[in-house]
């Protein structure tokens, strides 16, 4: 296990090494304005907008797989307090932001939301997935987390979409939603 740790955290510094070493300002730029799709308030931006568009599916799974995607990458952000690489050029330390490099939650969330994509009527699979494979690159790039980091996040998006598949199959969503004690506009 040792053997394997030490091979990916080698992967992982000469990923580093390489985006280092490939940083233009055009490309930072670019990548620093496309990294924020991945965010929580992308998210509950993009939630928001399936629900008001009437896409049902595409909101109950990103509903279900981003709560999940929440709960596990926090925890595991608090278990294994990874730092973060060297030559950042995003400031990623502080009171109010996140404190550990793995996993990476952008990866996650947008993996998730291509995921969603890949079953959906409405959503166009092959951008969506373009646009989640460049935010998640973005993530290396501007050095708020190593190969590894993103790669779990892909893994954990991939694996929160189908589990809520599996979930939203077996739950009658709509008796549910009558048992809430408000109205609840489905």
Known sequence: MNDLLGYVRWIDLRAAEFVTAIRTPALTEAMTSMTGLGSVTAGVVLVGLF???GWREEFRTSVVALSMLGVVVWGLMTVVERPFPSNPVCV???SSGTTSSFPS???AAVTAYAMVARTS???????TAALAALIAFSRIYLGTHYLSDTAFGIGLGIAAVLVAERILDRVDVDALAERLPFDADR
């Open 51 to 53: 629900h008001l568009a």
């Open 105 to 107: 939650g952008h990866a």
């Open 92 to 94: 990623t330390e502080g």
């Open 121 to 127: 009527e409405v959503l166009p699979f092959a951008p």
